[in-house]
């Protein structure tokens, strides 16, 4: 645990190196050794407390910050909390398996979709899910999954850790820190009762954080599924968002972890372009296998547009000729003139 924590503080202090020469970061630095062995006495005992959050607040949002070297303690304890996670959260929920996790549900769905045995989606998203987190239900959570009183003591203190703000400490009974090491396995944890009962039914359900997508076979299984989905948000004190949630047809336009799943069109309707299998040539060529993969090349031009432009030029000498390198001659009155080269263009176009 002492070389993981050595690691983890050299990765953080590259990053702050540069600040002020009074930061914390400094002052951990000299005192490496010292104060990460006594932290790590303090997991071994049980008797870890982290320091208070604190709080930020931006035009758009508001940050819930971890003390330096909190973030390196929780994440030691997330690394021997590890083991457990096949044993205590759903195989359906996947934000556990890090940015690969992304990647899996969505080779699942394609899969899925591709058997067409599923016509009616529910594609779901919790509202500001983080923060509507019942600290007195996930620490019920915590109790019936984790026998150890040490990492129940310990969990405890990290749920229940008060925040300092610019008007004084709070201690919310909702919330968890959405950058702390350990916030996924919560978020896991308190939405597992309905990932569980959605898992036990023959419908298609994955779930990543707060976003949901449930596929099914019939709308009275859709109806079904949406009663027990509404009813076990109810109990965890949650609620959806209006805007983000949206429940109907497969054939019609959804998206899910950041993929747009377009709706169903012709063959010949090109308003949306594919993506090209060959991406090496759609980089070094220019783009020319993506156009070539979206639709047929259409000629910009008519051949009344090449005349208007070359038209001019036939004014000043009926025998013009294009510069030495090329033989090919463009004006009226020579074999191969004007028209011959104005049709020519337009096929190789």
């Given at each position: 645990m002492s070389t993981r924590g050595k690691a983890l503080f050299t990765s953080i202090y590259r990053q702050k190196q540069h600040l002020n020469h009074n930061h914390?970061?400094?002052?951990?630095?000299?005192?490496?050794?010292?104060?990460?062995?006594?932290?790590?006495?303090t997991l071994v005992r049980g008797t870890y407390n982290p320091h208070h959050l604190k709080r930020y607040y931006f035009k758009d949002e508001r940050v819930d910050q971890l003390h330096l070297t909190d973030r390196i303690l929780q994440h030691l304890l997330l690394k021997q909390l590890k083991p457990t996670f096949p044993y205590i959260t759903n195989p359906n929920c996947l934000h556990l398996h890090g940015p690969n996790g992304v990647k899996l549900a969505t080779s699942r769905l394609q899969e899925v979709l591709k058997?067409?045995?599923?016509?009616?989606?529910?594609?779901?998203?919790?509202?500001?899910?983080?923060?509507?987190?019942?600290?007195?239900?996930?620490?019920?959570?915590?109790?019936?999954?984790?026998?150890?009183?040490?990492?129940?003591?310990?969990?405890?203190?990290?749920?229940?850790?008060?925040?300092?703000?610019?008007?004084?400490?709070?201690?919310?009974?909702?919330?968890?820190?959405?950058?702390?090491?350990?916030?996924?396995?919560?978020?896991?944890?308190?939405?597992?009762?309905?990932?569980?009962?959605?898992?036990?039914?023959?419908?298609?359900?994955?779930?990543?954080?707060?976003?949901?997508?449930?596929?099914?076979?019939?709308?009275?299984?859709?109806?079904?599924?949406?009663?027990?989905?509404?009813?076990?948000l109810k109990e965890r004190k949650l609620s959806l968002s209006r805007k983000k949630s949206r429940i109907g047809l497969v054939s019609r336009e959804y998206h899910f972890l950041g993929v747009n799943y377009l709706e169903t069109q012709p063959q010949d309707n090109t308003?949306?372009?594919?993506?090209?299998?060959?991406?090496?040539?759609?980089?070094?060529?220019?783009?020319?296998?993506?156009?070539?993969?979206?639709?047929?090349?259409?000629?910009?031009?008519?051949?009344?547009?090449?005349?208007?432009?070359?038209?001019?030029?036939?004014?000043?000498?009926?025998?013009?000729?294009?510069?030495?390198?090329?033989k090919t001659t463009c004006l009226d009155g020579v074999p191969g003139g004007q028209k011959q080269m104005l049709n020519g263009l337009i096929s190789s176009y």
């Open positions: 914390d970061i400094h002052f951990l630095a000299r005192d490496l050794d010292s104060w990460l062995l006594e932290a790590i006495c058997s067409k045995q599923y016509p009616f989606v529910m594609r779901l998203d919790i509202k500001s899910y983080y923060k509507s987190i019942s600290h007195c239900l996930l620490l019920k959570d915590i109790e019936h999954y984790f026998d150890d009183p040490k990492v129940q003591f310990m969990l405890t203190n990290i749920i229940k850790n008060p925040i300092d703000t610019p008007w004084g400490t709070i201690n919310p009974d909702n919330g968890i820190s959405l950058r702390g090491p350990l916030s996924q396995l919560f978020s896991a944890l308190y939405l597992k009762p309905l990932d569980d009962a959605l898992t036990q039914t023959e419908v298609f359900y994955l779930r990543y954080q707060d976003d949901l997508i449930v596929l099914c076979k019939s709308k009275r299984q859709l109806n079904r599924c949406k009663q027990k989905v509404m009813g076990i308003r949306n372009a594919c993506a090209s299998d060959n991406c090496s040539n759609t980089i070094y060529s220019g783009g020319s296998a993506y156009r070539t993969h979206q639709c047929p090349a259409q000629p910009p031009h008519t051949l009344e547009h090449f005349e208007k432009h070359v038209r001019p030029l036939s004014q000043w000498s009926p025998m013009g000729l294009l510069p030495k390198r090329s």
